[in-house]
């Protein structure tokens, strides 16, 4: 059974820090792009960073550059998303997603919610 599973979410004070995760299952992680999207109430699906599937190259939204970093490590199918800097814009629930172009597959987890406020 494939999963994608996001973990790490809850409440932090603005220019606090959180570390999301998400593992991986049923499927071939170190074949797959990561990427992580967010989607905060009443907007779209934004997308946050992505990282290649051997790890070697990232990128970033504007709106996180500087203050998010994405990694992953496939020996454990887990990715990672750190985030410094919080401000309470970045409250949204947060997806991880996983992709294989070459196939045209990808998986998307539940999402987490990340909420930011005094």
């Known amino acids: 059974q494939v999963q994608l599973v996001e973990s790490g979410g809850g409440l932090v004070q603005p220019g606090g820090s959180l570390r999301l995760s998400c593992v991986a299952s049923g499927f071939t992680f170190s074949d797959h792009a990561l990427n992580w999207y967010r989607q905060a109430p009443g907007k779209e699906r934004e997308f946050l960073a992505r990282?290649?599937?051997?790890?070697?190259?990232?990128n970033y939204a504007d709106s996180v550059k500087g203050r998010f970093t994405i990694s992953r490590d496939n020996a454990k199918n887990r990715g990672y998303l750190e985030m410094n800097s919080l401000k309470p814009e970045d409250t949204a629930v947060y997806y991880c997603?996983?992709?294989?172009?070459?196939?045209?597959?990808?998986?998307w987890g539940k999402g987490t919610l990340v909420t930011v406020s005094s």
């Open positions: 990282i290649t599937s051997g790890g070697d190259s990232t």
């Open positions: 997603h996983a992709r294989w172009s070459l196939i045209n597959e990808d998986y």
